[in-house]
């Protein structure tokens, strides 16, 4: 048996953490898998725009450098902590208005997939790449913030395109998810080291990508809430270097290739 | 962080043309203080100018670990990039300096440089000089890099974002290849840029020496001068277009008029006297700016300082209104996030 969390951002998008310190962050911790999911955004939209300028989403121009970098990673979690790293990324469509704004996961992406067609396509493009597609913090996410309720607005005809639905995001449990009858996962949605306090997924397989993705679409996992002290983590450096991160290109553009 | 100390270094220079003093700066690399490194030059084809130059120094030389590596195949891509992957590979020590050129190093700048780095850096670079300018737009270009840039430069790094600067990046190659090594930039204009990214995204820090490389300039001319700032600016506008479309309105000449401006509609200031007032005082401090990057920069650079801020906004304009740019004689699209195609005529 042993833990897992398939929704985690790192400084790739908007979460604070570098990727090798999501590794060290949850190897650490015992975690036998995680993923990765940074967010994919549509460009093609004026929010798109705004977010690819404050660089908290993939673009075609850095995807490379994810895909490597998870590729290396991979093999450093594997080798000091026995835990399998996941490649993932969030497709995020991100509208004025809610109904229209949707959040799917890809786990085990390795290509690059356009959030701007519709969200059947896009879930049909991830698992033509043998990768799971899962709705995202599909109703309320009991928090105060921007909702995604498109792919719940639209569960019956997007069922069969989708391995799983997010009955938890953080610390909440989704009454009306769980009632649904659809299969289901549940992750932290992680920006920051304070998040590990959410629930998580259980699994009992072998320590595979293969497997691992296997046993979420045969819903042979089960949920927790995971508890976790981590008062002395989140120092400072990171909230400050996140932010400076994503400011800097926009202060300074560039001083010059020869 | 205490600094990692001594280790060795393979320093890659990549060569194209004949730059003003070539056999001058190479000469210099033959003569540096450090206990260990090699020398890796860079070439496209052995006709190239650069060849005979570097031949004749290696033998000049013979106690300093030194090679030439032609690899002809160059791809559509970044062609410094495509230039280095040769000797990229090929290098000895894990620890590489990439140096173009026309950068002159002083004896000691190796160690200085090292001194900076230490188990958390990701890349240590530095700023660039424009030394022994000759001619209006030698001086020109002295007063772009020592002023302009090092205006921003020393800007970013007051608030913490040292920016990379190609001229000389000195990093790990086994840290580089975690996100897959050099050969990702080869569709990047802007490789320094995007080392810097990608250091930052694996948690590393980029960290900037305090004494500035120097780039001698000599004689540039007007085509010259317009094509590399137009390159350059284009490559800032598509890395970063808000950074870009805003820094005309941080201007000193724009700033001055509009504070002035504001002085005079709510304080009933002088408008002239004021205006005068501004441009003295950004010129002053810009003039401090290329006096710590060349401490040989007279007076009369203030002149060309004028010139140059006037010269800035029809250059801006013509920044702005495409994104191609000629480089080393091929032209390229550059794509919004710095991703670069050739394009045939
Ligand atoms: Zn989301
Ligand atoms: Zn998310």
């Known amino acids: 048996m042993f833990l897992a969390d398939f929704h985690i951002h790192s400084k790739f998008s908007d979460g604070q953490m570098a990727i090798p310190e999501i590794v060290d962050f949850y190897g650490s911790r015992g975690f036998g898998a995680i993923a990765i999911t940074d967010h994919l955004c549509e460009l093609n939209t004026f929010i798109g725009t705004a977010a690819r300028y404050l660089e908290s989403t993939l673009t075609p121009a850095i995807f490379p450098f994810y895909i490597e970098m998870m590729k290396s990673e991979k093999q450093r979690a594997w080798d000091q902590y026995k835990m399998i790293l996941i490649t993932g990324v969030e497709l995020s469509k991100n509208n004025i208005l809610n109904s229209r704004s949707a959040h799917i996961l890809g786990l085990g992406v390795t290509d690059w997939i356009s959030a701007d067609d519709d969200v059947a396509d896009i879930a049909r493009a991830i698992r033509a790449q043998g990768a799971l597609a899962i709705a995202a913090h599909p109703v309320s996410t009991r928090k105060i913030e921007k909702q995604t309720y498109h792919l719940w607005d639209r569960r019956e005809e997007l069922t069969p395109m989708i391995d799983a639905w997010e009955v938890a995001s953080g610390p909440f449990l989704f009454d009306e998810v769980a009632d649904s009858k659809l299969p289901l996962i549940a992750n932290s949605d992680l920006h920051r080291p304070s998040q590990i306090k959410a629930w998580k997924t259980v699994l009992d397989c072998e320590r595979h990508e293969g497997a691992i993705l296997e046993a979420i679409r045969k819903q042979k996992i089960s949920f927790k809430m995971y508890e976790d002290d981590i008062t002395n983590y989140g120092n400072n450096h990171h909230r400050r270097s996140t932010l400076l991160y994503r400011i800097s290109p926009i202060i300074t553009g560039n001083l010059g290739a020869a | ?345």
């Open chain 2, 1 to 345: 962080m205490p600094p990692l100390g001594f280790f060795p270094i393979s320093i890659l220079k990549p060569l194209k043309g004949l730059d003003f003093e070539l056999e001058a700066n190479l000469e210099s690399y033959f003569n540096l203080v450090y206990p260990e490194y090699e020398l890796l030059f860079a070439l496209t084809s052995d006709s190239e100018p650069a060849y005979p130059v570097a031949k004749k120094l290696i033998e000049k030389y013979p106690h300093i670990k030194a090679k030439i590596l032609v690899n002809p195949d160059q791809g559509s891509g970044n062609p410094k990039v495509s230039n280095l992957l040769k000797v990229y590979e090929t290098a000895t020590y894990d620890w590489v300096l990439i140096s173009d050129s026309n950068v002159f190093m002083d004896r000691d700048y190796i160690k200085i440089l090292t001194r900076s780095v230490d188990a958390n850096t990701g890349v240590a670079s530095a700023f660039i000089g424009g030394f022994e300018s000759q001619g209006f737009f030698g001086n020109m270009e002295a007063t772009f890099l020592n002023g302009f840039y090092s205006r921003w430069g020393l800007t970013a790094l007051q608030v913490g974002i040292p920016c990379v600067v190609g001229k000389t990046m000195l990093f790990q190659r086994s840290v580089a290849n975690r996100f897959g090594g050099i050969q990702s930039f080869t569709y990047h204009i802007a490789e320094d840029f995007m080392m810097g990214v990608a250091m930052g995204l694996l948690g590393k820090k980029v960290v900037i020496a305090n004494n500035p490389v120097k780039q001698r300039v000599g004689i540039v001319t007007r085509k010259q001068f317009w094509d590399r700032h137009l390159r350059w600016g284009r490559l800032r506008k598509r890395q970063a277009p808000p950074a870009f479309f805003t820094e005309i309105l941080f201007q000193p000449l724009t700033v001055s008029a509009f504070g002035s401006l504001f002085l005079m509609l709510q304080f009933g200031f002088h408008y002239l006297n004021s205006f005068l007032a501004f441009v003295c005082f950004f010129a002053v401090s810009d003039f401090a700016v290329m006096k710590t990057v060349n401490r040989s920069t007279s007076l009369k650079y203030l002149y060309y300082w004028l010139v140059r801020e006037l010269a800035h906004y029809p250059l801006w304009i013509h920044i702005a209104l495409g994104n191609t740019v000629n480089w080393r004689g091929q032209k390229y699209v550059i794509e919004i996030g710095g991703l670069v195609r050739t394009v045939n005529d």
